[in-house]
T-cell receptor, first 114, second 115 residues
Framework: KNQVEQSPQSLIILEGKNCTLQ??????????LRWYKQDTGRGPVSLTIMTFSENTKSNGRYTATLDADTKQSSLHITASQLSDSASYICVVSDRGSTLGRLYFGRGTQLTVWP | EADIYQTPRYLVIGTGKKITLECSQT?????MYWYQQDPGMELHLIHYSYGVNSTEKGDLSSESTVSRIRTEHFPLTLESARPSHTSQYLCASSEQGVVRFNGYTFGSGTRLTVV
């Protein structure tokens, strides 16, 4: 069964600190992995997208890593800001269908305190 | 700024009413999707479309229906709303092809509450 598991479920950090969110997946055959940021009551917004051959990708203070062998990904946020408070969702796409089906994790709820 | 729009953003409606959630995109994407998301839970695909006159049911069974008469428009309808339909509904669209995933864009969602 294709699954995407994220940890921790929730995380509280102080403003300015760094944090790392984890994503493990069993989706096969793998096509790509995306990290989304979802503010409360809003739709997800893409942060990074990585294919099989990419190990690291950065987008400002967000850096995602991918180990396709162990089927693990992480999202590292540096120098956190209050506006980083949101749910961070790991999404994996397979290449076994023309739909390019997406498999969603439940997200990590990040809260940044001043 | 996303070019996919959902209306209304919030809707509170009584049981038994018929409702239509609107979704429009200006990117010319052929593929469109409807997801349902409960608080703290993952998104579940309920409907998708490959293009005009194409509609398919997703992974999660839903009593809602969709139509795709125009490329840019993918409305979702509930003929008789019930409290169990209370949820957030997210619309998305993507470019053709599995690899070109950069074009996968979500709308801001409709928060539906049925009382």
């Amino acid at each position: 069964k294709n699954q995407v598991e994220q940890s921790p479920q929730s995380l509280i950090i102080l403003e300015g600190k760094n944090c790392t969110l984890q994503c493990n997946y069993t989706v096969s055959p793998f096509s790509n992995l995306r990290w989304y940021k979802q503010d409360t009551g809003r739709g997800p917004v893409s942060l990074t997208i990585m294919t099989f051959s990419e190990n690291t990708k950065s987008n400002g203070r967000y850096t995602a890593t991918l180990d396709a062998d162990t089927k693990q990904s992480s999202l590292h946020i540096t120098a956190s800001q209050l506006s980083d408070s949101a749910s961070y969702i790991c999404v994996v796409s397979d290449r076994g269908s023309t739909l390019g089906r997406l498999y969603f994790g439940r997200g990590t709820q990040l809260t940044v305190w001043p | 700024e996303a070019d996919i729009y959902q209306t209304p953003r919030y809707l509170v409606i009584g049981t038994g009413k018929k409702i239509t959630l609107e979704c429009s995109q200006t990117m010319g994407h052929d593929k469109m999707y409807w997801y349902q998301q409960d608080p703290g839970m993952e998104l579940h695909l309920i409907h998708y479309s490959y293009g005009v006159n194409s509609t398919e049911k997703g992974d999660l069974s839903s009593e809602s229906t969709v139509s795709r008469i125009r490329t840019e428009h993918f409305p979702l309808t509930l003929e008789s709303a019930r409290p169990s339909h209370t949820s957030q509904y997210l619309c998305a669209s993507s470019e053709q092809g599995v690899v070109r995933f950069n074009g996968y864009t979500f709308g801001s969602g409709t928060r539906l509450t049925v009382v």
